[in-house]
């Protein structure tokens, strides 16, 4: 990835607001810029964001996302984070079109400055602040605050069963010339323990709610039947900051079930769901998974590496709008649980942008992925390409790679601080 004048702006807007270290010992923020803002500069450099944009996001992400990332991996072995496998609580995704259409995007779960998560009554006013980076127009939180009133549990949690106790994710796109669109994302599982209302019931509620009762009831219809094997879980419910008209509901079902031709009867509701774009889809993560998993029968199930994780399993969402009697799909397949290391995924990512012609990016695949991982090399292992995910949408096929700064990875002791944030610090003090 070379220096672009997006680069150069951005680094400078970096610098501008990382504060002085004392003594050399980089203090919580700087060390969260090291991975993070290092992560978010390359992507947007890559796909070549304007210069006002990417200084708009730079400092988006400091002094707004930042701020919740909790302790730094110099101050604990890692917070109790959702979002990454290693207690990162931010995550990235490169949404690859063509080499001139890339989009940039991100998730935090927030935590506070003493390593724990935020408190509900903070959830919505931190979504209301997006509005100052949002198309005022557009932005709205209605169904938001619609998800909160049914999801969220206020209070501790005695015995909590879960593996984690997130409640509460917010994301953003960033567009390369209207701002950021905010999102929400609600996990129901301590509201479901703490009432006796399983997940799919509150579910369901909500959707009635929001007008969506029709194409959720396809949904619940085919997972209804379902053999218990495939430990089929309704997990997370996200919504856009935007107004109800243009506005979805994605709700997220993780399944044990690995296998492609069960992953392909999942995002199709057992052949229910038929349009083009689904079929596409299907083409799309067919083409993948003989690509990520060599010569694997369609039949056979994918051994997990990580059996019994929280986050192991793959994953289909189910998009919902008004007026749309039907959902669409995206199924995430979790390569960081299921791909021996980064190098094989980025290998086989490689060779499918090239053969779907999109050669250019297929031969920069795996250096840029390495340049977004610059504490380790790729073949260590898993953990920076968390996900593939492919949607289904009309304008043809949308690829999305989901991306961990891995924050809390044992190299980043030896190698803390990227060559070019070390320029900052240095640019900085001059």
Partial sequence: MQETQCGSDLLGCIAHHIPSSHDGQLNCATAWRQDA???????????????NACRQYAYF?????????????????????????DGTPIE???????????TVRCVIEPISSFGTLTPS????SFLLSLRNFSAHDTFDIAWAQTCFDYFAHHSPLNGNTSQHSTQFIVGA??????????KAYFIPHIRSQATGISSDKLVTEC????GLEDPWAMVIRYLATLPEHYQVKTEIVAVDCVQPSQNRAKVYVRTQ?????????LMTLGGELSDAAILSAVATVRHLWHLLFSEADESVSIPCLRPGHFSSGFVVYFEMRLNRSTPSTKTYIPVRHYCRDDAIISQAMAQYYREIGLCSVGDRYVSDIQHLCPHRDLSARTGVQAYIGRAARKR???VSVYLSPESFAPERKLKTIPDKIENIENTRRS
């Fill in 37 to 51: 803002t290092y992560m978010l500069r390359s992507l947007l450099e890559r796909s070549s964001y304007p210069p």
């Fill in 61 to 85: 992400e400091t002094a707004y996302l930042i701020p919740f990332c909790g302790l730094s991996p110099r101050e604990t072995t890692g917070p109790s984070s959702y979002v990454g496998d």
């Fill in 92 to 102: 990235f995704s490169w949404v690859i079109e063509s080499e001139d259409k890339m």
């Fill in 121 to 124: 009554n903070t959830w919505m």
């Fill in 173 to 182: 796109d960033y567009t390369h010339n209207d701002g950021i669109v905010g």
């Fill in 207 to 210: 959707m009635k709610v929001l």
């Fill in 257 to 265: 079930a690995s296998s492609l031709s069960s992953i392909i009867d």
């Fill in 396 to 398: 043809g096929s949308q």
